[in-house]
């Protein structure tokens, strides 16, 4: 991507955090006609955005004329999102970005059919995100303003794909029953990220621990944590009444093959000789 | 009641998938951290203990019986019923259990590794004993005996099955 378009973008996605913040139109109405320029200069520099513009003249084209086919609107919607997609790649691929916090949230994880693999779902995350894109305010319905919108999209669409490249742990919560779920850390290994399918990623998992808890007998509170912090005690007090009872087991073993050991003795020095 | 908890639990645990290190925070905060260090080490213990529970100790008992090899100096084989399959024990050189109809009538001969060695050596002693050769048939007895109160973990066994 060109070092320009990236300032530009910088610069488009601050005001637009501005213009999120004030209430007012007479606020707006400064920082949009300097978004304005931003982003004619930024759809002259990629004609993707072109093409974004194109159809949302022909998205405003069916909403304001009504006895235009309401059918049509629904195929401009797909493809404007096609295209917002095309012009999300080079962003995602060149430019780096700190993750937030509040993305996290929206991920969902499950185990692969392959084994150690896992699946990073950003379905839930894209859902929300065009849930928003398609909403029209009818004072901010302007093309400048739905290519910030489509802005947005991008960036959200790169923050969720950095948040995921490099190495990272992850608490993974599986429901198996109504009595059993596990916790498993999964350490992640991420490095190759698919950018074309961000919403569909597949990492490898080097190692697991799973943590196995029943929910039946565990009390639930609404605070995630304080059940996180509750179940690590749990889980010390099952592991180490498994390990007390493994610790019996294996000192009985070891003293039967002390004495398995002695007896077959000649037999395994005969066979050596 | 249970719809209700559970649906609670996992809208309370869709919210945690949080990175290590933020956890790691909030647990240092809250003073858990140890909790989670505890697992670990226990966790460590109860993998390091399948030297002498799992595959591994089934593993030592098959190289153990091995060098009581051969078993016995003619091959013999035993009917065993299972359900309605026929299955044949063969106890000869070494010791092993097929398809009857391979073994008895196409004589096939199998070479079983030591873990499944120790695993047929431990289910079917009694059936064994009386075709060891003469002068291992005591300590053989003897072994069998010390081997079947050995403990072994339900999945390395299970898996032989």
């Known amino acids: 991507m060109v070092v320009g378009m990236v300032e530009i973008t910088e610069k ?178 991420a490095l190759s990220v698919s950018y074309e399918r961000p919403r569909d990623l597949v990492f490898h998992v080097p190692s697991k621990r799973d943590f196995w808890i029943n929910i039946a007998e565990t009390n639930i509170a609404e605070n995630g944590i304080l059940n996180l912090i509750k179940i690590l005690d749990s889980v010390e007090e099952a592991y180490k009444e498994a390990y007390t009872k493994i610790a019996s087991i294996v000192a009985k073993n070891e003293e039967v093959l002390r004495k398995i050991r002695n007896l077959a003795a000649p037999y395994a020095l005969s066979t050596t000789l | 009641m249970v719809g209700e908890i559970l649906k609670k639990y996992k809208r309370t645990f869709a919210q945690i998938f949080l990175p290590r290190e933020v956890v790691e925070k909030i647990c240092k905060e809250c003073g858990v951290l140890d909790s989670f260090r505890a697992c670990e080490d226990f966790w460590k213990k109860i993998e390091a203990s399948g030297l002498y529970f799992g595959d591994n100790l089934l593993f030592e008992i098959g190289k153990i019986f091995s060098s009581l090899k051969p078993f016995s100096y003619r091959r013999v084989v035993i009917l065993l019923m299972e359900g309605d399959a026929k299955k044949a024990l063969v106890v000869g050189s070494s010791i092993y259990v097929g398809d009857y109809v391979k073994i008895a009538y196409l004589r096939r001969r199998y070479a079983p590794q030591e873990v499944r060695l120790a695993k047929y050596i431990i289910e079917y002693a009694d059936e064994i004993r009386p075709y060891v050769r003469r002068s291992i048939r005591e300590d053989f007895s003897e072994l069998c005996e010390l081997a079947r109160k050995l403990r072994f973990s339900p999945t390395s066994y299970r898996n032989l099955t």
């Open chain 1, 12 to 189: 488009i996605v601050k005001i637009m955090d501005e213009l999120v913040e004030c209430e007012r139109p007479a606020k707006r109405l400064p920082l949009l006609k300097e978004l304005r320029v931003l982003a004619d200069e930024f759809v002259a520099k990629d004609p993707r955005c072109r093409a974004i513009r194109t159809y949302v003249h022909k998205i405003k084209d069916v909403l304001h004329n009504p006895s235009s086919e309401k059918d049509l609107l629904g195929n401009y919607l797909v493809e404007l999102r096609d295209e917002v997609r095309k012009l999300c790649m080079p962003i995602i691929v060149d430019e780096k970005h700190l993750y937030r916090k509040q993305w996290i949230d929206k991920i969902v994880v499950s185990e692969s059919e392959e084994k150690d693999c896992y699946r990073i779902f950003f379905d839930r995350f894209l859902q929300k995100v065009e849930e928003e894109f398609f909403e029209f305010d009818g004072e901010l319905l302007d093309d400048v303003i739905l290519l910030v919108e489509c802005l947005d999209e991008i960036r959200a669409e790169y923050e969720c794909s950095y948040y995921c490249k490099g190495d990272f742990e992850i608490l993974y919560y599986g429901y198996h029953s109504q009595e059993e779920a596990s916790f498993k850390w999964i350490k992640c290994n």
